[in-house]
């Protein structure tokens, strides 16, 4: 009797161990949404509802929204288009057809559709603000799509397929795609009627916000029924808003395991960080960004060409002096990178070259009162102070965005010019040219950019595409509107046992590709 209720007891205390393992089990491991959280470092102290595809401005914001909503298809790590929300792609004559993946369905279990799609690429249409490529040129040029219920002929869909009908520009319709600009929203995501994003946890991402928080400190959350999901991927991310001279030293004390691609750590400190300790992680681009000074529509009314040519050499020979002794910088000539599909060809580098090196620097420019603003380069007190001492006169800050638009404003909160970083690419890229074109890179206004633009992706002729965006290169650094300092790669650091798995040819930055061994 003694025996059998001890028995009893035994097996008890086994089933409750059991049950407690699998219990162990289940939300550790299995459930998707389990500890531990990776903790990132993000330039942003906003609530999510500031990000929208509509209206990509910066760098954050693009990483923000790719790990949250997804395009229709993507990039793989060699630059070539492959399957994104859509399983797989096809031409039928001169319609490209979107096959829908199906069972994919947001965290609350609504399922993505081929209207989900195109009511998500009418939304942009009316709003109107992509700078990464114009999407109504290509399929509804023709029509004023002023709410989500009016038709657009281009733009069709049925119960499993997204059908575009594009009358011209299809060899850059797939690659268009890939950018964060034409991602998908649900439906039920979107206001009808402003048509702002009104829910950011039913998302098409890896990624959805489980918390928000007006300060920017928001909490995503892996949805597992996304086909970029896996179990070893972060199941929660916690966004940390950090200030410009922060980061470097909170992941040095361990409070953050994460700084990504847009930090504002410059890729010098990251990499000088890297070095510091063997339980620190580094990622890598190529030199796919480039310094460089942009003279604003202000600058260029103000200061003639001998005088920009001035001012640029004078600010390119300071910050090199300084970026010379950086690891990862390179002296650069051109705004794409040497060998890039942008790049200039031998003659023409040649005479840049020699326009650069040859130009004597006239001495009146140091007493002008110039207005020089570096913008998304991190903490840049030192390069500041560099530069007063050459510019005593100058009003030198830091902050703000580019001017998109018109590049002809005047006011006196406008710069002569900007000092930047961005991502200018290694191949043909149409989200990076048409950014540029916005941001004002090149020698081309709002109207002559729209033009430029027509014509180039109207070429079937790579051969010839690549030849006109070689002599507006050409041209833009002939005339100085743009002065290229150096070439420099974006960098990214994890902390084991945290693993990255990061693209070299793109400066993204999914969540999805970090791992834990």
Same mark, same amino acid.
């Given at each position: 009797?003694?025996?059998?209720?001890?028995?009893?007891?035994?097996?008890?205390?086994?089933?409750?161990?059991?049950?407690? !393992?699998?219990?162990?089990?289940?939300?550790?491991?299995?459930?998707?949404?389990?500890?531990?959280?990776? @903790?990132?470092?993000?330039?942003?102290?906003? $609530?999510?509802?500031?990000?929208? $595809?509509?209206?990509?401005?910066?760098?954050?914001?693009?990483?923000?929204?790719?790990?949250?909503?997804?395009?229709?298809?993507?990039?793989?790590?060699?630059?070539?288009?492959? *399957?994104?929300?859509?399983? @797989?792609?096809?031409?039928?004559?001169?319609?490209?057809?979107?096959?829908?993946?199906?069972?994919?369905?947001?965290?609350?279990?609504?399922?993505?559709?081929?209207?989900?799609? *195109?009511?998500?690429?009418?939304?942009?249409?009316?709003?109107?603000?992509?700078?990464?490529?114009?999407?109504?040129?290509?399929?509804?040029?023709?029509?004023?799509?002023?709410?989500?219920?009016?038709?657009?002929?281009?733009?069709?869909?049925?119960?499993?397929?997204?059908?575009?009908?594009?009358?011209?520009?299809?060899?850059?319709?797939?690659?268009?795609?890939?950018?964060?600009?034409?991602?998908?929203?649900?439906?039920?995501?979107?206001?009808?009627?402003?048509?702002?994003?009104?829910?950011? @946890?039913?998302?098409?991402?890896?990624?959805?916000?489980?918390?928000?928080?007006?300060?920017?400190?928001?909490?995503?959350?892996?949805? $597992?029924?996304?086909?970029?999901?896996?179990?070893?991927?972060?199941?929660?991310?916690? =966004?940390?808003?950090?200030?410009?001279?922060?980061?470097?030293?909170?992941?040095?004390?361990?409070?953050?395991?994460?700084?990504?691609?847009?930090?504002?750590?410059?890729?010098?400190?990251?990499?000088?960080?890297?070095?510091?300790?063997?339980?620190?992680?580094?990622?890598?681009?190529?030199?796919?960004?480039?310094?460089?000074?942009?003279?604003?529509?202000?600058?260029?009314?103000?200061?003639?060409?001998?005088?920009?040519?001035?001012?640029?050499?004078?600010?390119?020979?300071?910050?090199?002096?300084?970026?010379?002794?950086?690891?990862?910088?390179?002296?650069?000539?051109?705004?794409?990178?040497?060998? !890039?599909?942008?790049?200039?060809?031998?003659?023409?580098?040649?005479?840049?070259?020699?326009?650069?090196?040859?130009?004597?620097?006239?001495?009146?420019?140091?007493? =002008?009162?110039?207005?020089?603003?570096?913008?998304?380069?991190?903490?840049?007190?030192?390069?500041?102070?560099?530069?007063?001492?050459?510019?005593?006169?100058?009003?030198?800050?830091?902050?703000?965005?580019?001017?998109?638009?018109?590049?002809?404003?005047?006011?006196?909160?406008?710069?002569?010019?900007?000092?930047?970083?961005?991502?200018?690419?290694?191949?043909?890229?149409?989200?990076?040219?048409?950014?540029?074109?916005?941001?004002?890179?090149?020698?081309?206004? !709002?109207?002559?950019?729209?033009?430029?633009?027509?014509?180039?992706?109207?070429?079937?002729?790579?051969?010839?595409?690549?030849?006109?965006?070689?002599?507006?290169?050409?041209?833009?650094?002939?005339?100085?509107?743009?002065?290229?300092?150096?070439?420099?790669?974006?960098?990214?650091?994890?902390?084991?046992?945290? @693993?990255?798995?990061?693209?070299?040819?793109?400066?993204?930055? $999914?969540?999805?590709?970090?791992?834990?061994?």
């Amino acid at each position: 009797m003694r025996l059998g209720r001890f028995a009893s007891f035994a097996l008890l205390c086994f089933l409750l161990a059991a049950a407690a !393992s699998a219990l162990f089990y289940f939300r550790i491991i299995e459930n998707p949404l389990a500890p531990p959280v990776l @903790r990132v470092s993000f330039p942003s102290d906003q $609530p999510a509802q500031v990000f929208d $595809p509509a209206n990509i401005q910066l760098a954050p914001e693009y990483i923000f929204l790719e790990n949250i909503f997804s395009p229709l298809v993507e990039f793989n790590r060699e630059g070539k288009v492959i *399957a994104g929300l859509a399983d @797989r792609f096809e031409w039928r004559g001169s319609d490209l057809i979107f096959h829908i993946r199906k069972n994919f369905k947001t965290i609350d279990g609504h399922p993505i559709t081929a209207r989900d799609a *195109a009511l998500s690429l009418k939304r942009l249409l009316i709003l109107s603000k992509s700078t990464q490529g114009n999407l109504r040129s290509l399929v509804c040029e023709d029509q004023n799509i002023q709410s989500l219920a009016t038709e657009c002929k281009g733009i069709q869909f049925n119960s499993e397929e997204l059908i575009l009908k594009p009358k011209k520009f299809r060899h850059f319709l797939l690659p268009l795609l890939t950018s964060m600009d034409f991602a998908v929203i649900p439906e039920g995501s979107i206001d009808p009627q402003t048509l702002k994003i009104i829910d950011y @946890r039913n998302t098409t991402g890896p990624y959805y916000v489980e918390k928000n928080s007006p300060t920017g400190n928001i909490v995503l959350a892996a949805n $597992p029924s996304h086909y970029h999901f896996t179990h070893s991927i972060p199941k929660r991310v916690s =966004l940390v808003p950090i200030k410009s001279d922060e980061s470097i030293q909170r992941f040095g004390k361990g409070e953050i395991d994460h700084l990504t691609t847009v930090d504002f750590a410059r890729s010098e400190q990251v990499i000088s960080l890297s070095k510091s300790s063997s339980e620190y992680r580094l990622h890598s681009t190529i030199n796919i960004r480039t310094l460089m000074s942009v003279f604003t529509g202000k600058g260029l009314k103000t200061l003639d060409r001998k005088q920009r040519l001035s001012i640029g050499r004078a600010i390119k020979q300071s910050l090199w002096e300084y970026f010379s002794t950086k690891s990862g910088y390179e002296p650069t000539y051109q705004i794409f990178p040497v060998f !890039s599909e942008g790049g200039l060809d031998k003659q023409q580098a040649s005479k840049i070259r020699e326009l650069y090196d040859n130009s004597p620097i006239q001495p009146e420019i140091f007493k =002008l009162p110039l207005k020089i603003r570096l913008v998304r380069l991190g903490n840049t007190s030192d390069l500041v102070e560099k530069l007063t001492r050459v510019f005593p006169k100058a009003e030198i800050t830091a902050g703000g965005v580019p001017t998109f638009g018109e590049t002809a404003d005047m006011s006196e909160s406008v710069p002569h010019l900007f000092i930047c970083g961005p991502d200018m690419g290694f191949l043909e890229d149409m989200g990076s040219i048409s950014y540029g074109i916005a941001a004002g890179h090149f020698d081309l206004n !709002s109207k002559t950019g729209k033009e430029w633009l027509e014509q180039y992706q109207n070429m079937d002729n790579k051969e010839e595409r690549l030849k006109m965006l070689k002599e507006l290169h050409f041209r833009t650094l002939e005339k100085v509107i743009t002065v290229p300092i150096a070439d420099f790669p974006y960098t990214a650091l994890v902390r084991k046992p945290w @693993r990255i798995h990061l693209p070299t040819l793109f400066a993204n930055n $999914p969540l999805w590709l970090i791992n834990r061994d």
